[in-house]
């Protein structure tokens, strides 16, 4: 490469002799990709710099968070100002309860909800009420779809683990293992059959209504409705993992995009503006079974995090915010996305590389593939040497994308169209280089 990436080397060398595989967590060692991560020195806006010096325009956002971009004065601020009132008292406070607020405006099947610390605690602790509330031990997940790591859910889940080709953890006894029932993803068929025959013990089924761990693939027309359908037929609740799609689908992630009211919704990433935050909620009744309310128990040292709540309120009032004059900031956002991919795609056609070009509001992904990608096993069909030829050559033009073709693309209202122009510049040549390598 020609990208001068020596401190990060060096760095790296060192980080592994400290953390397992010099990182806390996996797909940011770039270890599918051979070669080695930039180390961040600071981020700033749209742009992201490493020790060497390097400067990129960044599209992974923290893996999603960064919706508004880096160091937002407005969030930094906000940040600096509640951290001289104390870091954490973990006792109740009045910003837990604006956040709240909040949240339901923009997801009114959000009638009461829990904050956690991670999008992992969210889902898992969704899925003990899911079981508490409808005592039945079964769940049905999507092949492909990643819902964090806790046991029952790492199943044939997406990402990390199809990045590294590893199928399932050790370590997930068999036992929890049984009570998950997988299926693909945007099959109609496949979940009709498994809910017809096995319904009455599922407590719930859990999806990325728009999936993004398997690379990004929304969801076919009506097959969303069809899982609300047959949920409620079996006396199953429908659970939603927006931890990802959640304000970015649309501002009120996939449920207001496609119109479907969740039973438990799953938030995380947006919803901390850059720190610790996740969330499950949804509806009164079912949310009451959680301790100390009801009999779930579910809990948290850290959990509603002063520090954490000011930025979460910070950047969602951000993204809420009307201008005179401008489209709302979900609108800007699915447009300039929207000018990406187009651009990617005609530099793609130009080049005479075949690309499917996916996008959901402010999230987007391209797969090399003449096929059509609709769940993992079409994804993972899709030509992965191309990928990395193609993600080397967008990283040495200044272009941070996510190191696998499993993961989805972010984009921010930092971004300016300047970035946008230059990144479907660099595209045009990376694309290049591809065709290139495949003749
Ligand atoms: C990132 C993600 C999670 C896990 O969140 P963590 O905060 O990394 O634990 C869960 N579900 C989805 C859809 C995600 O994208």
Redesign the pocket.
Known sequence: MSLNLSKSEAAFEAAKELMPGGVN?PVRSYRSMGSTPPFIARAKGSRIYDIDGNEYIDYVGS??PMVVGHAHPEVVQAIQEAATRGTSYGAPTLIESELAELVMKIYPSVERIRMV???????MSALRLARGYTGREKIVKFIG?????SDS?LVKAG?GLATFGVPDSPGVTAGVAKDTITVPYNDVEAITKVMEEQGDAIAAVII?PV???MGCIPPKQGYLQKLRELTQQHGALLIF?????GFRASLGGAASAYGIRADIT?L??IIGGGL?V?AYGGKAEIMDCVSPAGPVYQAGTLSGNPLAMTAGITTLSILMREEEGQPDKSRQLTLKTKDVVMGWTAAAKEAGVKIQAHQAGSMFGIFFAEHEVCDYETAAAADQEAFKIWFHAMLEQGIYLAPSQFE?IFMSLAHSDEDIEKTIAAAGAAFRKVRESRR
């Open positions: 967590s893996w999603g610390n991670s999008g992992t605690e969210a889902t779809c990643y819902h964090g790591h859910l990402s990325e999936a993004g761990n993992d927006e931890v990802m799609c799953c995380g990433k610790p996740a989805t």
